[in-house]
């Protein structure tokens, strides 16, 4: 009958009841989103690059470094020559190396170019290593291997011809379009910035640059992708690259080293400390933007206890009526909570199928725009948490109605004051 | 008629009430009322019915004196207990808007019997009945309340006041919103219930026409006096 008296009253108030239900759903799934925002931003970040000990860029700062390394965000100061990359792989304690060459796309999608070591040795999220969904890592100079986003979206398959653009901007005025690449692999979905790259080897980005100078293509001098492939096709630099090391214990003394390196300014970089301090930097606005949407929530809550009040003068006669039939004050002031409850837990229930939805519409754009790949398991055990608060924090401030129902209740007697 | 003639219905010795803010009081020197016996309580707004109705349903304490029904000391009893009281020996029909308007006819008359506990089933069977020969017709039971006619919605308040069988039925002015016909035939039907359920009827009204259907009654204004046989 409680039940049924909770469930009823607020059908009958549905007027006002639907507009605190709408305040409740938008600002709960504003906290439950940014919140998952939040952790699935810090794991996407923490799981792009692992297994790597260092990663070696141009003299600049860590972030920087980090940024245009792993995340494909922003560029090089300065590249590595190829030589100096050449003498320090050689060091004992390197297991691996995979060099890196920035500096082109393909419709807004960073090239990337490297070896195959980075096949075998690149390590994502908890040690996993790149699997290629379709095809084999590139053999010949123009051959390409494509991120799993990149394919998708670009609807590209094996075999396909694809032009790369000079530079970094989705549209590119300066293309490469004399010399086209073959897709012969695509990449397995990684959730990382893998997947919105197109690699290609050292050669390619070697021989594709081979009739340039100076960021532009020399009138007059043009070769034909054949012609490239009789011309010494070693890279003269590298933007960087990320090293393995036999044993961790060595780290420090090779980023040592390798700062101190005579022949260039270099930096190294432990990814993991990197990622850290970016991460400390990030969780400044994402902590704000969880404030301010706790803050938010309350405004919701708040609201919801201000229509309750207002609605306590019409429900006198209810009130009174309870109280005749035998009702303790006791039985209105959990009548009023388990309103409370009910608008709360329903609200938390659109809100978490709003929040899936949204996610669900705008995973894509996200992983496209930001580089953020953001899972739908919005159910975890945060979440669970923040739900309890929520309905705690309801139920605490329903007590403000349910007390004066309870006093209004011991003072009014059976009159019922209209 | 009357299962337990023994135990006064209510029984009350030198009742008083006043407010803290002080000012007005009200006196009862004694009342006595067995099972069956209908008393009429007459008087004008502001001489104390409310208040002596708050008083008789133990919604409040009285300040001294000695008020028992169906034999429970309703003045030494805590608040829930009598809450609890009122629930299984106390039925109160209101003046009008006696019913919840979202709950239908039914429910609305099984709100006594949950509160005193009662078991569901039979409640609900004794509700059916009641409400039947209340002259409310099966069709009306699942409707929302305010539905009602006001003269089938005392009708309603009364079915749901005699539900949980109580000792005691308390109604404050329930004609008041009624035109005369509906009134004699309101009465005609609350007295021969309450008969049939053994309960005694205290009945407040200004309308003095309706003492030919009490056996005693009570003025107001005159409390030193006492009660009167009509």
Same mark, same amino acid.
């Given at each position: 009958?409680?039940?049924?008296?909770?469930?009823?009253?607020?059908?009958?108030?549905?007027?006002?009841?639907?507009?605190?239900?709408?305040?409740?759903?938008?600002?709960? /799934?504003?906290?439950?989103?940014?919140?998952?925002?939040?952790?699935?931003?810090?794991?996407?970040?923490?799981?792009?690059?692992?297994?790597?000990?260092?990663?070696? &860029?141009?003299?600049?700062?860590?972030?920087?470094?980090?940024?245009?390394?792993?995340?494909?965000?922003?560029?090089?100061?300065?590249?590595?020559?190829?030589?100096?990359?050449?003498?320090?792989?050689?060091?004992?304690?390197?297991?691996?190396?995979?060099?890196?060459?920035?500096?082109?796309?393909?419709?807004?999608?960073?090239?990337?170019?490297?070896?195959? *070591?980075? +096949?075998?040795?690149?390590?994502?999220?908890?040690?996993?290593?790149?699997?290629?969904?379709?095809?084999?890592?590139?053999?010949?100079?123009?051959?390409?291997?494509?991120?799993?986003?990149?394919?998708?979206?670009?609807?590209?398959?094996?075999?396909?011809?694809?032009?790369?653009?000079?530079?970094?901007?989705?549209?590119? +005025?300066?293309?490469?379009?004399?010399?086209?690449? @073959?897709?012969?692999?695509?990449?397995?979905?990684?959730?990382?910035?893998? *997947? $919105?790259?197109?690699?290609?080897?050292?050669?390619?980005?070697?021989?594709?640059?081979?009739?340039?100078?100076?960021?532009?293509?020399?009138?007059?001098?043009?070769?034909?992708?054949?012609?490239?492939?009789?011309?010494?096709?070693?890279?003269?630099?590298?933007?960087?690259?990320?090293?393995?090391?036999?044993?961790?214990?060595?780290? #420090?003394?090779?980023?040592?080293?390798?700062?101190?390196?005579?022949?260039?300014?270099?930096?190294?970089?432990?990814?993991?400390?990197?990622?850290?301090?970016?991460?400390?930097?990030?969780?400044?606005?994402?902590?704000?933007?969880?404030?301010?949407?706790?803050?938010?929530?309350?405004?919701?809550?708040?609201?919801?206890?201000?229509?309750?009040?207002?609605?306590?003068?019409?429900?006198?006669?209810?009130?009174?009526?309870?109280?005749?039939?035998?009702?303790?004050?006791?039985?209105?002031?959990?009548?009023?909570?388990?309103?409370?409850?009910?608008? @709360?837990?329903?609200?938390?229930?659109?809100? /978490?199928?709003?929040?899936?939805?949204?996610?669900?519409?705008?995973?894509?754009?996200?992983?496209?725009? +930001?580089?953020?790949?953001?899972?739908? !398991?919005?159910?975890?055990?945060?979440?669970?948490?923040?739900?309890?608060?929520?309905?705690?924090?309801?139920?605490?401030?329903?007590?403000?109605?349910?007390?004066?129902?309870?006093?209004?209740?011991?003072?009014?007697?059976?009159?019922?004051?209209? | 008629?009357?299962?337990?003639?023994?135990?006064?219905?209510?029984?009350?010795? $030198?009742?008083?009430?006043?407010? !803290?803010?002080?000012?007005?009081?009200?006196?009862?020197?004694?009342?006595?009322?067995?099972?069956?016996?209908?008393? #009429?309580?007459?008087?004008?707004?502001?001489? &104390?019915? @409310?208040?002596?109705?708050?008083?008789?349903? &133990?919604?409040?304490?009285?300040?001294?004196?000695?008020?028992?029904?169906?034999? $429970?000391?309703?003045?030494?009893?805590?608040?829930?207990?009598?809450?609890?009281?009122?629930?299984?020996?106390?039925?109160?029909? #209101?003046?009008?808007?006696?019913?919840?308007?979202?709950?239908?006819?039914?429910?609305?008359?099984?709100? %006594?019997?949950?509160?005193?506990?009662?078991?569901?089933? *039979?409640?609900?069977?004794?509700?059916?009945?009641?409400?039947?020969?209340?002259?409310?017709?099966?069709?009306?039971?699942?409707?929302?309340?305010?539905?009602? %006619?006001?003269?089938?919605?005392?009708?309603?308040?009364?079915?749901?006041?005699?539900?949980?069988?109580?000792?005691?039925?308390?109604? =404050?002015?329930?004609? %008041?919103?009624?035109?005369?016909?509906?009134? =004699?035939?309101?009465?005609?039907?609350?007295?021969?219930?309450?008969?049939?359920?053994?309960?005694?009827?205290?009945?407040?009204?200004?309308?003095?026409?309706?003492?030919?259907?009490?056996?005693?009654?009570?003025?107001?204004?005159?409390?030193?006096?006492?009660?009167?046989?009509?």
């Amino acid at each position: 009958m409680l039940m049924k008296l909770a469930r009823l009253s607020l059908w009958n108030r549905r007027g006002t009841v639907l507009m605190t239900w709408l305040s409740l759903t938008i600002s709960i /799934a504003l906290l439950l989103g940014i919140d998952h925002l939040r952790t699935e931003a810090k794991s996407s970040f923490t799981s792009t690059v692992s297994g790597t000990d260092l990663i070696v &860029g141009a003299r600049s700062g860590q972030l920087n470094l980090l940024l245009y390394s792993v995340f494909r965000i922003g560029n090089a100061t300065a590249n590595i020559s190829w030589p100096s990359y050449q003498r320090i792989i050689k060091h004992p304690q390197i297991d691996w190396a995979i060099p890196i060459s920035l500096g082109d796309s393909h419709r807004g999608y960073r090239v990337m170019g490297t070896n195959t *070591d980075y +096949f075998s040795h690149y390590r994502y999220a908890n040690s996993q290593p790149l699997v290629l969904a379709q095809g084999k890592p590139f053999e010949q100079v123009f051959d390409t291997v494509l991120g799993a986003e990149v394919a998708q979206k670009l609807g590209y398959k094996l075999g396909e011809q694809i032009e790369l653009s000079h530079g970094v901007g989705a549209v590119s +005025f300066s293309q490469h379009k004399d010399k086209p690449f @073959t897709v012969v692999g695509i990449l397995a979905r990684t959730g990382t910035p893998v *997947d $919105q790259t197109v690699h290609v080897s050292l050669e390619a980005i070697e021989a594709i640059h081979l009739d340039w100078q100076q960021g532009a293509p020399m009138p007059g001098r043009q070769l034909s992708s054949e012609q490239t492939l009789a011309h010494d096709l070693t890279p003269k630099s590298i933007t960087a690259f990320m090293v393995g090391l036999k044993s961790r214990m060595a780290t #420090f003394t090779l980023q040592r080293q390798i700062n101190e390196f005579k022949n260039e300014p270099l930096t190294a970089i432990l990814p993991g400390v990197a990622l850290a301090e970016l991460w400390q930097m990030l969780g400044m606005v994402e902590n704000l933007l969880l404030l301010i949407s706790l803050l938010v929530l309350l405004a919701a809550l708040v609201g919801m206890i201000t229509t309750l009040l207002a609605s306590m003068k019409e429900r006198q006669r209810e009130m009174a009526i309870l109280r005749a039939a035998g009702a303790h004050p006791w039985y209105l002031f959990v009548l009023i909570q388990l309103e409370v409850l009910l608008v @709360t837990l329903l609200s938390m229930l659109s809100a /978490a199928a709003l929040l899936f939805i949204s996610l669900y519409l705008l995973q894509d754009k996200l992983a496209a725009d +930001f580089g953020l790949f953001i899972s739908l !398991q919005i159910v975890q055990l945060t979440s669970l948490y923040w739900a309890g608060a929520i309905l705690l924090l309801s139920a605490v401030l329903a007590t403000i109605p349910g007390v004066l129902a309870y006093r209004k209740a011991l003072a009014d007697g059976l009159t019922i004051r209209l | 008629m009357t299962d337990k003639p023994k135990i006064p219905a209510i029984d009350l010795k $030198q009742l008083q009430f006043y407010y !803290q803010s002080g000012g007005w009081q009200l006196n009862l020197p004694g009342l006595t009322l067995h099972c069956g016996q209908h008393l #009429f309580v007459r008087g004008v707004s502001g001489s &104390g019915k @409310t208040t002596l109705l708050n008083l008789l349903c &133990g919604i409040t304490r009285p300040v001294s004196g000695e008020l028992y029904v169906n034999g $429970q000391p309703l003045h030494q009893l805590s608040s829930s207990a009598r809450d609890s009281l009122r629930a299984k020996h106390i039925g109160v029909v #209101f003046q009008q808007l006696n019913l919840i308007p979202y709950l239908s006819v039914l429910d609305n008359t099984l709100l %006594s019997s949950h509160f005193a506990g009662q078991n569901k089933t *039979d409640s609900v069977n004794r509700a059916k009945t009641l409400l039947q020969r209340l002259g409310l017709q099966q069709d009306l039971w699942h409707k929302p309340a305010t539905n009602l %006619s006001v003269g089938q919605q005392q009708r309603v308040a009364i079915a749901r006041a005699l539900l949980p069988k109580p000792t005691l039925l308390i109604a =404050d002015e329930p004609t %008041s919103a009624l035109d005369s016909d509906n009134r =004699d035939a309101f009465m005609r039907v609350m007295l021969a219930e309450a008969d049939a359920n053994g309960c005694t009827v205290i009945f407040v009204s200004h309308d003095q026409s309706l003492t030919q259907y009490f056996h005693y009654q009570l003025d107001m204004q005159q409390l030193a006096t006492g009660v009167q046989p009509c």
